[in-house]
């Protein structure tokens, strides 16, 4: 008898500790919420000083409040670059994306799947909304790359938000539904499928352009008459920011409490605002589609399971690193793998990652790269200019510093990061 009750209590021990490791493993691999905004830059969103007119966002706000507001986020200028480079983990001159409607090779290897293939399938994968990654060539879908699920809108934008394409396993319907709610309502009911963790891609094409009057409900802007051209767009840009908003507080609200506390959320934009809608101190043509500030210095914010930080860091990051960060977070073993750096332990920890960012463009008529070490920032041109800006005493770029003699400290500086753009791009 003695020797029975002996055995049945180690029974429940060890049973008791398989629970509590099942336990630990769960919490080990929260869901991954990576939102990402269209065309919108910091003078578009609250939180930031540039800009005069702020949309209502109290669920973006709250993302940002609740955990940390990297302020030194580098992007590209327009939208492929960014997401190839994501998704990638490299930088564009590697995979040739360095410019909208440029076509990712489909021998790249994209985060999701190598999530997958480092955490024997831990998690299921999709992207709702926006792809732009694949050019014009609708053989190559998000399927192709092995992403478990995608349905959106294939190409860079759409005519109507009301009337427009929706592909799904690379086929199209017309979708009547306003786009920014349908993403929203499709990505809800894939999560609510799910019975593992997931990592979710959710890609808004808000704000981007055409300019409209989204749901009334959605918004804040007031009766919008019907946008024509000549019209100050500005409500308008505003209103589908808040329309997004909206539907983003809709989505986290369709989460049951365990499944919330279990999510990781990214928020973010992917390139600057469109210059019709630009605010001072941006200039017009220091925005979306430039290697300014204004067109690559955009919104990260990121709270929810693990981040126990909260207010802003002002560590160097690239779009690049968002492939090494999502991966570990989502129990890979890596700090670092091509052109990206994680920046997971910055959700726990002060800590120094970058020394330098990157970013580049390059289209029929431009080609240009730039470097900064947060301080100083350099700007290259394929025809032979320079500029360059003290970022801590001109954040808006507005004195080139090479049209005049450089004094010792700039002139090292010039040199440290010219030796660095070698190194990155050779």
Known sequence: MKKYIILTTLAIYLLSCKNNQTNKDVEISPNILLIIADDM???????????????????????????????????????????????????????DVRWANQKLSKNEILLQKYINDNTNNGYVTAVIGKWHVSGYDATINPETFGIDYYEGIFIGSVKDY????????????????????????????WIQKQDKPWFMWLAYNAPHTPFHIP????????????????????????????????????????????????T??????????????????????????????GGINMPLFVSGKGVERKGTDSNLITSTDMFATIAEIAGVEIDEINDSKSFKSLLSE????????YSEMKNEKNDAWTISNGTY??????????????????????????????????????????????SIRN
Request: charged share 25%.
């Open 215 to 262: 749901p009334v409900e959605m918004h804040n802007q007031g009766n919008l008459p019907p946008y024509k051209e000549g019209v100050d767009p500005t409500p308008y840009f505003m209103a589908s920011i808040e329309a997004m908003d909206h539907q983003i507080g809709q989505l986290l609200n369709s989460l049951s409490k365990e499944e919330r506390e279990n």
């Open 41 to 95: 830059g910091k003078d578009a969103l609250a939180g930031f000083s540039e800009g005069n007119v702020k949309p209502q966002t109290p669920n973006i706000d709250a993302i940002r409040n609740n955990g940390l507001n990297f302020t030194n986020f580098w992007t590209y200028p327009t939208c492929s670059p960014t997401r190839a480079s994501m998704i990638t983990g490299k930088y564009g001159y590697r995979t």
């Open 350 to 357: 002060e800590k120094l990652i970058r020394k330098y960012q």
């Open 377 to 422: 920032k350099l700007l290259v041109f394929a025809d032979g200019n320079e500029e360059m800006y003290n970022l801590i005493n001109d954040p808006y770029e507005k004195n080139n510093i090479l049209n005049s003699t450089l004094n010792t400290i700039e002139r090292k500086s010039k040199e440290e990061l010219e030796i660095e753009l070698k």
């Open 264 to 293: 990781l959320i990214i928020f973010m934009g992917d390139n600057g605002t469109e210059p019709v809608v630009t605010q001072v101190p941006y200039a017009s043509n220091q925005v979306k589609r430039s290697l300014y500030q």
């Open 162 to 189: 009301y009337s427009w394409p929706l592909s799904k396993k690379g086929k199209q319907s017309l979708s009547s539904e306003y786009t920014t709610k349908k993403f929203t309502a499709l990505a809800s009911h």
